[in-house]
């Protein structure tokens, strides 16, 4: 089994700066694609959403409302991805969830989801 543990969040003012980390433990062959994704809780209806994606070679992609304020990065040695996130804004409050596309064995890939770490922004 593949455990990913999300840590780093907490409550920040508008403007300021928090980083995530997700450290992925268990019977890894390797890590492909990571990505940070969001769900606004306080929304009724609304889908997680992705929030940026990095491959195992370091290619990064990000939503558009993120560009140029967050960056996401990994380190391979240590199975584990962060995310930097700064000027943050209300609009960014939301659970963050870190999924990671694991090969446990040769010709065995799985996804895996954290369990969320929250994300507060006050104004």
């Known amino acids: 089994q593949v455990q990913l543990v999300e840590s780093g969040g907490g409550l920040v003012q508008a403007g300021g700066s928090l980083r995530l980390s997700c450290a992925a433990s268990?019977?890894?062959?390797?890590?492909?694609?990571m990505g940070w994704y969001r769900q606004d809780r306080q929304a009724p209806g609304k889908q997680r959403e992705l929030v940026a994606v990095i491959t195992s070679g370091g290619s990064t992609n990000y939503a558009d409302s993120v560009k140029g304020r967050f960056t996401i990065s990994r380190d391979n040695a240590k199975n584990t991805m962060y995310l930097q996130m700064n000027s943050l804004k209300p609009e960014d409050t939301a659970v963050y969830y870190c999924?990671?596309?694991?090969?446990?064995?040769?010709?065995?890939?799985?996804?895996?989801w954290g369990q969320g770490t929250q994300v507060t922004v006050s104004s």
């Open positions: 999924n990671a596309r694991v090969t446990v064995v040769v010709g065995l890939t799985n996804n895996y």
């Open positions: 268990g019977t890894i062959f390797s890590i492909n694609t």
